[in-house]
């Protein structure tokens, strides 16, 4: 079946620090990708998306390529903020007419 | 895109009684989810919501304590009865535009059983 594995939790670091975050995923044929991301209080919110292999996703200084022959699609940031502490969940759909599938999400404490 | 209101934001129920979740959508989708997050959790998907049909529901969720409607493409309700403090979790509303290319999610209910 299909599914998403990403690095536990919580991930703390300081301000300016290199950020990775381990997503694995398996499935059948060529899904798309996604981080999402979810900050206190608030709703999920899709943070970047790929849908074809060596596609690479990118916004607000985060970045994520699609590695279809590592089944993998880590999420980096060169150098995160304090306004990044949220927690982030990989994603990956497979087929139209179904729901995401998600991994558990990690949690990012950015501290100054 | 599509902007999705959901309602209530939170509640802290007593156990035993229902709480129904509206979900509004302000453009027509054929795909409507909901999902649940449990604390520290990630999120499972209950059931997609079929206009027109049933809802399908996944294994472990059943209609009988998660009833779904979907009258029109622009509305969703999701009702968890008969609440016991295991159902505290937060309660999202997702609809897929577009194929796969991006799932858009309502700000979630906040539920507390007591």
């Known amino acids: 079946g299909n599914s998403v594995t990403q690095m536990e939790g919580p991930v703390t670091l300081s301000e300016e620090a290199f950020l990775t975050i381990n997503c694995t995923y398996t499935?059948?044929?060529?899904?798309?990708l996604f981080w999402y991301v979810q900050y206190p209080g608030e709703g999920l919110q899709l943070l970047l998306k790929a849908t074809k292999a060596d596609d690479k996703g990118s916004n607000k200084g985060f970045e994520a390529t699609y590695r279809k022959e590592t089944t993998s699609f880590h999420l980096e940031k060169g150098s995160v903020q304090v306004s990044d502490s949220a927690v982030y969940f990989c994603?990956?759909?497979?087929?139209?007419?179904?729901?995401?599938?998600f991994g558990k999400g990690t949690t990012l404490s950015v501290s100054s | 895109s599509a902007v999705i209101s959901q309602k209530p934001s939170r509640d802290i129920c007593q156990r035993g009684t229902s709480l129904t979740i509206q979900c509004q959508v302000d453009?027509?989708?054929?795909?409507m989810f909901w999902y649940r997050q449990q604390p520290g959790q990630s999120l499972t998907l209950i059931a997609t919501?079929?206009?027109?049909?049933?809802?399908?529901?996944e294994s472990g969720f059943v209609i009988d304590k998660f009833p779904i409607s979907r009258p029109n493409l622009t509305f969703s309700t999701l009702t968890v009865s008969n609440m016991s403090p295991e159902d505290s979790s937060i309660y999202l509303c997702?609809?897929?535009?577009?194929?796969?290319?991006?799932?858009?999610f309502g700000q979630g209910t906040r539920l507390t059983v007591v």
């Open positions: 919501a079929n206009q027109g049909s049933e809802a399908t529901y």
């Open positions: 453009s027509q989708v054929t795909m």
């Open positions: 994603a990956l759909h497979n087929q139209a007419g179904t729901a995401l599938i």
């Open positions: 997702s609809v897929t535009v577009n194929g796969p290319t991006e799932a858009f």
């Open positions: 499935a059948t044929g060529y899904p798309s």
